[in-house]
């Protein structure tokens, strides 16, 4: 007597569970993405504005902390040492957006000469860094 042989069954890919996890994931990375910024300068806490809505591009960032101490970008430097790399990132790209970063802490007087130091460096576009309104009561 004869015995049937079983039919060996294929194993089969379902492919709309693998697109459904790599569309889950899609949107995992797009929306992580959105949040993060590049930080380039030091954090302080700044003045709100009604038209904080602009983001240069290409930027250098000045700052001054609550301490009084200066940065440029992420870096701590003096007055001259400021002025110096600074003039050096304006030669070397004169369309640069100098970025005023200053704590809403500190004296008009030190934005002023931060103000002062970036025309000294002889940028041609300069920005003060400032929080939307309604953002400004939701940080710390």
């Known amino acids: ?9 294929r194993a089969r890919i379902e492919i709309v569970p693998m697109i459904d996890t790599i569309f889950f994931l899609l949107v995992f990375f797009m929306i992580a993405s959105l ?10 806490s700044l003045p709100e504005s009604e038209t904080a ?3 240069p ?3 250098v ?3 001054a902390a609550s301490d009084g101490a200066l940065f440029l970008d992420r870096t701590r430097c003096t007055e001259p040492q400021l002025l110096a790399m600074l003039r050096g990132r304006v030669q070397s790209d004169p369309n640069v957006t100098v970025l005023i970063n200053c704590d809403k802490a ?11 130091l970036a025309k000294q460096a002889d940028a041609a576009k300069v920005m003060v860094a400032t929080l939307p309104r309604n953002l400004g009561a939701q940080r710390p």
């Open 106 to 116: 500190l004296p008009a007087s030190h934005f002023l000469r931060l103000f002062d």
């Open 1 to 9: 007597m004869k015995m049937p042989m079983p039919e060996i069954k």
């Open 35 to 44: 949040s993060m910024v590049p930080l380039k300068s030091r954090h302080v």
């Open 53 to 55: 809505n602009q983001k």
């Open 57 to 59: 591009q290409n930027q």
């Open 61 to 63: 960032v000045l700052t």
